[in-house]
C-alpha cells in the first residue's frame, strides 16, 4: 500500500504562485510515476500534470502548460507542482496520484487533495 499526502494548498491572489508538495510512502518512491490533478465543484476530475519516475518524461493539460510545472526529488520522496500565473478557474481541490496504471492519466493510489483558492 502507498500512502499519498498533499500540502501547500492555500488562498492566493489571481496571478499569484504556489507551490504543493506530494509525498508518497510505503513503497520505494523513485519506482511510481507521479500525476496532479484538480477538481473543481461541480466539475469532473480533470488530469493537469505527469512526471515518470525518474523525472526524464513529462506530460501536461493544455489548460496548464506553461504556467503549472511538474518536478521531483526522489531523494525526498517528494513531487511538486509550481503553479504560476494562478486565475480565479484554477480555484479547486488538487490531488496527487502515484503508480501510473495507464500514461499519464490513470493512477492507482490517490491522496486526499489540498484546496487551492484563487481570488480574484
Known amino acids: 500500500q502507498v500512502q499519498v499526502v498533499e500540502s501547500g494548498g492555500g488562498l492566493v491572489q489571481s496571478g499569484g504562485s504556489l507551490r504543493l508538495s506530494c509525498t508518497a510512502s510505503g513503497r520505494t518512491f523513485s519506482l511510481y510515476s507521479m500525476g496532479w490533478f484538480r477538481q473543481a465543484p461541480g466539475k469532473e476530475r480533470e488530469f493537469l500534470a505527469a512526471i515518470t519516475t525518474v523525472g526524464v518524461n513529462t506530460a501536461y493539460a493544455d489548460s496548464v502548460e506553461g504556467r503549472f510545472t511538474v518536478s521531483r526529488d526522489n531523494a525526498k520522496n517528494t513531487v511538486y507542482l509550481q503553479m504560476n500565473s494562478l486565475k480565479p478557474e484554477d480555484t479547486a481541490l488538487y490531488y496527487c496520484?502515484?503508480?501510473?496504471?495507464?500514461?499519464?492519466?490513470?493512477?492507482?493510489?490517490w491522496g486526499q487533495g489540498t484546496q487551492v483558492t484563487v481570488s480574484s
Open positions: 496520484a502515484a503508480g501510473s496504471l495507464t500514461w499519464p492519466k490513470e493512477f492507482r493510489y
